[in-house]
């Protein structure tokens, strides 16, 4: 079992950065492929980035392509999220989530096993 903790948000004006982490603890988080997800209210929850589990690949929205970057530093059971550039658009609560997966990422929320209690970025204009 896997535990997933979000951290890094908060309130940002448009233009500006911010870097969110998902600290996973249970067991090594490297061998599990991540994602970042995120929702606002009255809308499903909207994919925004993935990683495989040796980082070596990586698939972005095509809102967030450019402006946003996932990452990860499996010694420290650790993955990021640069988000640069930020727009009110990005404004959601922000989900990381996990599978237990060697070969790949996955951008479909019904394919990862594992979820955060999400993090709050809000960004004004």
């Known amino acids: 079992q896997v535990q997933l903790v979000e951290s890094g948000g908060g309130l940002v004006q448009a233009g500006g950065s911010l870097r969110l982490s998902c600290a996973a603890s249970?067991?090594?988080?490297?061998?599990?492929?991540a994602g970042w997800f995120r929702q606002v209210p009255k809308k499903e929850r909207e994919f925004v980035a993935a990683?495989?589990?040796?980082?070596?690949?990586?698939y972005y929205a095509d809102s967030v392509l450019g402006r946003f970057t996932i990452s990860r530093d499996n010694a420290k059971n650790t993955v990021f999220l640069q988000m640069n550039s930020l727009k009110p658009e990005d404004t959601a609560v922000y989900y990381c989530?996990?599978?237990?997966?060697?070969?790949?990422?996955?951008?479909?929320?019904?394919?990862?096993?594992?979820w955060g209690q999400g993090t709050q970025v809000t960004v004004s204009s």
């Open positions: 990683i495989s589990w040796s980082g070596g690949s990586t």
């Open positions: 989530a996990g599978r237990y997966d060697l070969s790949s990422y996955y951008t479909a929320a019904l394919e990862y096993d594992y």
């Open positions: 249970g067991r090594t988080f490297s061998g599990y492929a």
